[in-house]
């Protein structure tokens, strides 16, 4: 299984491939080979900084002899005027790598400014805001470590390194507990140690979630008042549970589940539909 450096290694990778091609013909047709400059990162919108680190591997992938001097580093928040970086070498490189960094700083700075205003509707409560895999195809590692990034925390990075027993799963299953019971013993006849989430729909899956032992429990389209009910309710059983809501929770109605007593709340706004956050690279 490649590592999260691998893997954005190759989507730096893919991203030069699908825009640089064999070579920018604008920057190679008028850009002397020999020509040295200097860029800034220039923010133009108010934010949390998202995405620093990544840019510098941007750099060193494309041309190691780049040098990227940073100012404002990855979860600060930044106003319009700030400069987060220089980077010095040349002309052609900077050119070249300049659209792939600012994709990628765009997106995660986007990402991680909306999980900071999600995760201030919780001031003073436990609950963390999670990711869900309501991400862009092959920016999943990106997008997640934005979410930290902007002080939310991550839900499963994928299928595989957590059980998540949803309703589909149930239902096919033939209920709650032969599906706990077969994610048990299929973890144990393969080596794995990896924790089980069930969804629930009703104070009987509750039960039979409880019952048959599991280590987180997601209440899935639950009213603020249900949830309260719920986390009563579970907590009386199994103090230990982790407990969950999801389904449609938005800025507006996120504190009232908080209030409620969960532990985390996701949420797939965070990366399904954010808004990137406005920087340009500029020479200077």
């Avoid at 106003?79 to 765009?106: C, H, W, Y």
């Avoid at 209030?259 to 200077?284: N, P, Q, R, Y």
Wanted: aromatic share 4%; with cysteine; glycine share 10%.
């Amino acid at each position: 299984m490649e590592t999260p450096q691998e893997l954005v290694d190759r989507l730096i990778d893919l991203a030069f491939a699908e825009d640089v091609g064999d070579g920018d013909a604008t920057t190679l047709s008028t850009i002397p080979a020999d020509a040295m400059g200097r860029q800034q990162l220039l923010i133009k919108e108010e934010g949390i900084l998202a995405g620093v680190e990544v840019a510098r591997r941007v750099f060193e992938r494309f041309d190691p002899s780049l040098k990227m001097t940073v100012s404002i580093g990855d979860g600060a928040h930044v106003k319009p005027g700030d400069v987060a970086f220089v980077v010095e070498g040349p002309v052609r490189s900077l050119l070249q790598t300049e659209r792939t960094m600012l994709n990628i700083m765009q997106r995660m700075s986007g990402i991680a400014t909306t999980t900071a205003k999600y995760q201030a509707r919780l001031e003073g409560l436990h609950t963390k805001v999670l990711d869900t895999r309501k991400t862009t195809p092959g920016m999943r590692i990106l997008e997640k470590e934005a979410v930290k990034i902007g002080g939310g925390a991550n839900h499963r990075i994928g299928l595989f390194d957590m059980i998540l027993i949803k309703d589909n799963h149930v239902d096919f299953a033939g209920g709650i507990t032969k599906a706990v019971t077969r994610a048990k013993e299929w973890c144990k006849a393969n080596g794995k140690d990896l924790r089980i989430e069930v969804e629930v729909r009703n104070t009987a899956e509750v039960d039979e979630a409880l019952a048959v032992g599991c280590d987180r429990i997601m209440l899935d389209n639950y009213t603020p008042e249900r949830t309260a009910e719920a986390v009563k309710h579970i907590r009386a059983v199994n103090p230990a549970v982790e407990i969950e809501s999801s389904g449609g929770i938005t800025l507006d109605t996120l504190r009232p589940y908080g209030e409620a007593g969960v532990d985390f709340i996701s949420v797939g706004a965070l990366t399904h539909s954010v808004k990137g956050l406005d920087m340009s690279f500029k020479a200077c």
